[in-house]
Every structure is written in structure tokens, then in C-alpha cells.
């Protein structure tokens, strides 16, 4: 099972901009990496786990909620194994703990609508004042 941690949570106040980083391990062997889906997830207490963004590895093709379009970007540095959600123009409502995700899938399009993820990180926290 794949190993993810996050980093680069903080507080922020609105307007501003954070990048949160996911440093990944534990894939068995390297070409079965890339047929893996990457994600970022965000939950408030009392509401529903939210998809934020997501990336198939191989193609790097992604897909966006769309309260963070034009104000998010997923991207990964393959050499490094690490996803990246960078975050700008913050809102209050972007305020969280956010997640890094990770499921083997078939293809971008199954990626693009993964909601069922087997690796999950511990979280990391995004406070947005206004």
C-alpha cells in the first residue's frame, strides 16, 4: 500500500496563497506507478469529505472541484514522487484539513471521477481568515 504525507498546511488570510506538498512511497514497482490516480480532499467538521483536485500520474491529466477552478493547480514532480496542490486567492470556505489520496485505477477518465481511494494521509490543516 502506497504511503502518503503531507505538508505545507498553515494559516492564511483571504487572498492569499499556500502550496501544499504529498510526499508518496511504498509503490511496489515503478511502471505500476503510473497507472495511479492522485488526489486532494478537504473536509470541514460536520460536512462531507470534498474532492479537490486530482491527477492520473501517467499522463498527468487533472480534473478540478468546481469552487477551486482558476484558484487551484495540481501538479507532481515525478522524479520526486511528491503531488502538489498549489492554492491561491484563498477563501474562508477553503478552510480545512486537507487530504492527499492515492488509488490504482485504469485511466484518466476512471480518475477523473475516483471517489473510493485505498491511501489516504494524516491530513494537513488550511485556516483561511477573513
Known amino acids: 500500500q502506497v504511503q502518503l504525507v503531507e505538508s505545507g498546511g498553515g494559516s492564511v488570510q483571504a487572498g492569499g496563497s499556500l502550496r501544499l506538498s504529498c510526499a508518496a512511497s511504498g509503490w511496489t514497482y515503478s511502471a505500476y506507478r503510473r497507472s495511479y490516480c492522485m488526489a486532494w480532499f478537504r473536509q470541514v467538521p460536520g460536512k462531507e469529505r470534498e474532492g479537490v483536485a486530482s491527477l492520473y500520474v501517467e499522463d498527468a491529466s487533472t480534473r478540478y472541484a468546481d469552487s477551486v477552478k482558476g484558484r487551484f493547480t495540481i501538479s507532481q514532480d515525478d522524479a520526486k514522487n511528491t503531488l502538489f496542490l498549489d492554492m491561491n486567492n484563498l477563501k474562508p470556505e477553503d478552510t480545512g484539513i486537507y487530504f492527499c489520496?492515492?488509488?490504482?485505477?485504469?485511466?484518466?477518465?476512471?480518475?477523473?471521477?475516483?471517489?473510493?481511494?485505498?491511501?489516504w494521509g494524516q491530513g494537513t490543516q488550511v485556516t483561511v481568515s477573513s
Open positions: 489520496a492515492a488509488q490504482g485505477v485504469a485511466s484518466a477518465s476512471v480518475c477523473s471521477t475516483a471517489t473510493n481511494f485505498i491511501s
